[in-house]
């Protein structure tokens, strides 16, 4: 199911309270056309074992709109990455 901006920054920080990571700043957010090529090939988060999480938006700008109010909590990551393609937001802790 598609989210708007708002819906998907609740899910993100509702998943992300299970995670040991409890400052903004322990995990990394993004946009993305294909979440898990993404996370477990190019930022090689442990699937199994890692904490991440990613939701699909109704379109890219409510998907670059929920990184960027994650991006203003203090996530790591930066905006202007992806294209219109990039519909989906994903966020993991990052490894100490």
Request: aromatic fraction near 10%; hydrophobic fraction near 30%.
């Amino acid at each position: 199911m598609s989210k708007e901006a708002n819906i998907i920054v609740h899910e993100i920080e509702k998943y992300l309270t299970g995670c040991s990571g409890k400052d903004y700043s322990n995990y990394y957010v993004g946009v993305t056309k294909d979440p898990l090529k993404r996370l477990f090939i190019e930022h090689n988060v442990p699937q199994e074992d890692g904490c991440w999480t990613y939701e699909k938006a109704i379109d890219s700008d409510n998907a670059r709109e929920a990184e960027k109010i994650l991006l203003s909590k203090g996530m790591k990551g930066g905006d202007g990455g992806g294209d219109t393609t990039s519909m989906f937001v994903y966020c993991y802790l990052i490894p100490t």
